[in-house]
């Protein structure tokens, strides 16, 4: 077996995990970077939330402070304090990084960064680089790793964490192309893996994209909130949101039965019709499900799609060829007032969907075209799709597991609560990376003894060796039972969940874990896929769990989810639902955490670390960094 060595190794080549390496690199650490393929990740293949990066505000004349930026991301609810006032505080320095290593981000002739407001957000501390900032950021980042010399280990997954005295010791992976096992010994691991993507059918994460969060779990580590999820609608293929223009412009909803039959279906609900399509229209900028705007708000889009998606097994579809309910002609001024000023200013008060796509954002219909689906003329299939975790591991301040010398960064920590604000997601990655890596670079683990190394290493490998020993011999039924466990999940616990449901679920689960033992692979080629599989039905069992556990601890709906009893019906009413979210700050106050056992995963509720309040005098502050006293 090859053995490698390092102080550390970064798993996960989106900007969150070049960052890291970059920034170990310059701290003084030998770093490598392992990594399926240097092409996947949400970070380098998606847009929507990705195309904003939330920071302090850098422009014109409104009051911010750290501290206000830690307030509003405190505000969304079981978010812990340290973290986010950490996000704020070294939002600055990771996003002026960026500006200098090339990402674009625009500023005036006088150098200012000018902002715009994004969800749950106060300030307009929002920026972007357009539609591919991520990816930006990732190439930039690549570029800078590149620069520095740091190895990359592409086409290895990441298979299991070594470790001795409940500390990292090492890492064991797989290569993909030859099915051999490769190890790594070093001191601390940073996991920049991205969110559970695997988990769900309906999922607007790339293809390529999957995550490993039970590799952490599977080492010790807690998770938190991961009942906490972003769902929208989105194209199935390729995998993008409709959201912002897409849904302003005003297309055709239609579903398909099995025998061919259109339904516009849309008006089963809508006694007016113009009513439907402001509805639509908010659907743009409300893009996310949220279950405070399905009484009077768009989230009844989505509601309506997963009827006719999941209950009436139907396809749904977006058509932009034609106006919807037959209209040849719209009447603009019969739309709400924010949907008709929306449309006068941008001079799109006419033609059909496409029309008005081509004249609002025609960069919108080029981007479909590019990946193989002409809007012009063809029908997009779409569904309500996974987006976003905003739970994940637990990490402290330093973004540091609850396994010694194992980070988590990026999608994979679960840093961000139930609400955030708009592009948060992109700061969080950036600043975690930093703490983890300053963290190593001042306190980090020490490697282990060769031996000793050695002895742990080549034991995790002949158990991983006898685990896969018989599936070549077996059929090639991997792709199919991985499919069965992804529409399992998205049918029963997505947006909308219901208890009886999920626990059915749960138990499909774990009769597929059971059952690992029976898959089959076509070639040693695809023995990677057993590990990847593995990691998608431990995942599955851990959300799962604190999904049903939240359903009877809490009971209520609030933020991305729909939560429904055993005979079909909410909880408690709508208004009721809605003002528990609003007001109820003690269950917002809550973080609830699982860890596996021996039983399996298990799961407790703790309170928020709240926001630390600091009187830093300057002199004392100067003094103690000047020493390195009380810093890590």
């Not at 037959?326 to 496409?354: R, W």
């Not at 002949?462 to 466990?485: D, Y």
Request: proline residues 2%.
């Amino acid at each position: 077996m090859k053995t490698y060595t390092y102080d550390a190794i970064v798993i996960g080549t989106g900007a969150a995990g070049y960052n890291a390496a970059c920034r170990l690199k310059q701290f003084g650490k030998s770093v490598a970077i392992v990594t399926e393929a240097t092409g996947c990740g949400t970070s380098r293949n998606t847009g929507s939330d990705k195309q904003t990066y939330y920071k302090l505000g850098l422009g014109g004349d409104s009051p911010d402070s750290v501290y206000k930026m830690a307030e509003n991301l405190f505000a969304g609810g079981s978010v812990d304090g340290d973290n986010a006032l950490c996000e704020a505080a070294l939002s600055v320095r990771s996003f002026m990084n960026l500006c200098e290593l090339g990402v674009a981000f625009p500023v005036n002739r006088y150098g200012e960064y000018v902002g715009y407001k994004t969800d749950h957000d106060p300030y307009a501390r929002a920026t972007s680089a357009g539609p591919l900032t991520s990816k930006f950021m990732t190439e930039a980042l690549q570029k800078n790793a590149n620069d520095l010399g740091i190895e990359v280990y592409s086409g290895y997954l990441a298979i299991e964490i070594l470790k001795t005295m409940n500390a990292i010791c090492g890492l064991l992976c797989i290569e993909k192309k030859s099915g051999e096992f490769v190890a790594f010994c070093c001191a601390d691991i940073v996991m920049c893996t991205g969110g559970p993507a695997g988990i769900y059918a309906d999922s607007v994460f790339p293809k390529c994209h999957t995550g490993t969060t039970s590799l952490a779990l599977l080492a010790g580590a807690k998770a938190q909130n991961l009942t906490e999820w972003q769902y929208g609608l989105a194209s199935i293929n390729p995998r993008w949101n409709v959201s912002g223009t897409y849904m302003q412009v005003l297309p055709r909803f239609v579903s398909v039965d099995e025998n061919g039959n259109e339904y516009e279906f849309l008006s089963d609900y809508f006694e007016d019709k113009y009513e439907a399509l402001s509805m639509v229209f908010l659907k743009g900028y409300q893009w996310p499900f949220d279950s405070k705007k399905v009484l009077n708000g768009s989230s009844i889009i989505d509601l309506l799609v997963y009827r006719e998606t999941v209950l009436k097994k139907r396809r749904v579809y977006l058509d932009f060829t034609k106006n919807p309910f037959g209209m040849q002609k719209i009447e603009y001024n019969k739309l709400s007032k924010e949907a008709f000023d929306y449309l006068n200013k941008a001079d799109a008060l006419f033609g059909m969907p496409i029309d008005r796509l081509a004249k609002m954002n025609n960069p919108a219909i080029e981007l479909y075209i590019s990946k193989g689906l002409d809007i012009t003329r063809e029908y997009i299939e779409i569904a309500l799709c996974a987006q976003h975790n905003n739970g994940g591991i637990s990490v402290d301040m330093w973004w540091q597991t609850s396994v010694k010398g194992l980070f988590a960064a990026g999608e994979c920590a679960g840093t961000h609560g139930i609400t955030r604000p708009g592009g948060s997601a992109l700061n969080a990655g950036q600043v975690g990376s930093l703490r983890a890596a300053q963290y190593i670079s001042q306190n980090g683990n020490k490697l282990i003894d060769d031996n000793a190394f050695e002895i742990i290493a080549v034991t995790a490998e002949k158990k991983a060796k006898a685990e896969t020993a018989n599936l070549t011999n077996n059929v090639n039924n991997i792709e199919l039972l991985l499919n069965t466990a992804q529409r399992n999940m998205s049918d029963n616990a997505a947006a909308i969940r219901n208890i009886e449901n999920m626990r059915v679920a749960l138990e499909n689960t774990k009769k597929q874990i059971v059952g690992l033992s029976s898959i089959g692979v076509k070639d040693s080629s695809q023995i990677h896929m057993y590990f990847k599989f593995k990691d998608i039905l431990y995942t599955q069992f851990a959300v799962l769990t604190a999904m049903i556990d939240y359903a009877k601890t809490v009971g209520n709906t609030r933020g991305s989810s729909l939560y429904f009893d055993e005979n079909g019906k909410l909880r408690k009413g709508l208004e009721e639902v809605f003002r528990f979210t609003e007001e109820d700050d003690n269950m917002r106050n809550k973080v609830q955490e699982i860890v596996l056992n021996g039983n399996g995963f298990v799961t407790c509720w703790r309170d928020v670390r709240p926001i630390p309040q600091n009187a830093d005098f300057f002199e004392n502050i100067w003094r103690q960094y000047r020493d390195n006293k009380n810093i890590y």
